[in-house]
């Protein structure tokens, strides 16, 4: 959705996967150039995660050119799965809109919350973003080990992901995905009668089927890193363009009539920014 300042400009936001920023960082005179070419600064505004951030932030080079880059422009962190989630069962019974947007940075900005570098580098200060940074690689491990528990719970009628057999991985892991995140809250709906709708929850959603699609393509390998991928990817219902890799870029394309709110995603590749 986009997004209006203060001085009434629209911007449309745009998500980059962390392989995508990696490349325009590594290649300013390719990729760089044809990501500002493409996605103007008067139009988009790029937004990344704190997932993206962790992995960058392992390369110190990569990190200070990514200071650098985005540092000349409105830019946007957007909120983490866990905060999306929680802001998506507030609005259960309602209809409010959802943002995704958890901090603005501009040069224009005379906060410190709009600087980049001096907003992050207090964000990396705080002790819950320490305990996720510091515990990450064993999240990783715990939660894709959620993954394939799940495959082996689900029965598919064919041995290769298709859309009807995705629709009901959905369905059966939509609903575990909830009692493991908010076991209280689905006792509540259950002992009322009610069968929480799994619709609502657009970022479990995209969540799930970037699963799905994973664990059932014959050529897909596990990998702890594909857990970041598919973190970063929850954000896509709540932005209006997503520059990722082919086999996530697919899987939006596939999955756009299923999430509401993917429906008017704007999806790209890294050849739509090669120049």
């Not at 619709?199 to 890193?225: A, C, E, G, T």
Request: hydrophobic share 35%.
């Amino acid at each position: 959705m986009p997004w209006i300042s203060e001085s009434g400009n629209k911007y449309q936001l745009c998500m980059l996967d962390t392989n995508i920023l990696s490349e325009i960082l590594k290649h300013p005179e390719v990729e760089g150039k044809g990501f500002i070419k493409k996605f103007r600064p008067r139009q988009y505004a790029p937004c990344f995660s704190i997932y993206n951030l962790i992995e960058i932030r392992r390369r110190k080079d990569i990190y200070n050119k990514f200071i650098d880059f985005f540092s000349k422009y409105p830019c946007f962190l957007l909120k983490p799965f866990q905060l999306l989630f929680e802001d998506e069962l507030k609005s259960y019974h309602n209809t409010d809109e959802i943002s995704a947007l958890f901090n603005s940075f501009s040069h224009f900005g005379n906060t410190d919350s709009h600087n980049t570098k001096k907003f992050l580098e207090e964000l990396f200060e705080k002790r819950w973003m320490k305990d996720i940074e510091k515990n990450w690689e064993e999240e990783k491990r715990i939660t894709l080990n959620v993954w394939l528990n799940n495959k082996r719970n689900f029965k598919p009628t064919k041995k290769f992901a298709n859309a009807r057999d995705g629709e009901r991985y959905i369905e059966e892991a939509g609903i575990q995905t909830l009692i493991r995140l908010k076991p209280d809250w689905v006792k509540n709906k259950l002992d009322n009668g009610y069968v929480p709708n799994i619709d609502k929850f657009s970022s479990i959603k995209v969540m799930l089927y970037s699963q799905y699609y994973r664990l059932y393509d014959p050529h897909w390998k596990v990998n702890p890193q594909e857990v970041t991928d598919v973190e970063i990817a929850v954000v896509a219902p709540y932005v209006d363009a997503f520059i990722t890799e082919k086999f996530q870029a697919n899987i939006f394309d596939k999955i756009k009539n299923k999430v509401k709110g993917l429906e008017k995603l704007d999806v790209y590749r890294l050849k739509d920014i090669r120049e």
